[in-house]
């Protein structure tokens, strides 16, 4: 898969930006689609900590679809953004998108959509704060 262009790419920061490491490869030296989800995850998760001001459970993941590999030594960035809040949960919209160490340009290794609901102090659903 070829490198997009800027205009392509998702706007604002990365939630999350890490490096693929060998720890994070299965025997053939290939990175997890796992760990990609994992941090997929991690990145919702900040995103619905911030916006229910508190705890928050993951209870769905939606369409992931694996489009590039990503190999040891990649940046790969996790951008965010919430598409939905209802009265406890919210869907969030994860990206995940791969930069060669030595390049310049990105390319789109997977989306997915995540629901989140937010928990109280009792681990059970609670409405979600007014913005």
């Known amino acids: 898969m070829e490198p997009v262009s800027a205009e392509q790419e998702p706007k604002g920061a990365p939630v999350i930006r890490t490096i693929a ?11 997890f689609g796992g760990w990609l989800m994992a941090n997929m995850d991690l990145a919702a998760g900040n995103i619905a900590t ?53 390049e310049e340009g990105s390319t789109k290794v ?4 995540f629901t989140f609901v937010a928990i109280g102090d009792d681990r059970r659903p609670r409405a979600l704060p007014a913005e």
């Open 110 to 113: 997977t989306e997915a959509v």
């Open 50 to 102: 911030r916006r229910a001001r508190g705890r928050a459970a993951t209870v769905a993941v939606q369409g992931m679809s694996f489009l590039s590999p990503v190999v040891v030594g990649d940046e790969v960035s996790f951008f965010g953004s919430i598409l939905r809040t209802g009265r406890t949960s919210m869907e969030i919209k994860i990206e995940a998108w791969r930069r060669p160490r030595e």
């Open 21 to 31: 490491m060998p720890a994070d490869t299965n025997p053939a030296g290939d990175i």
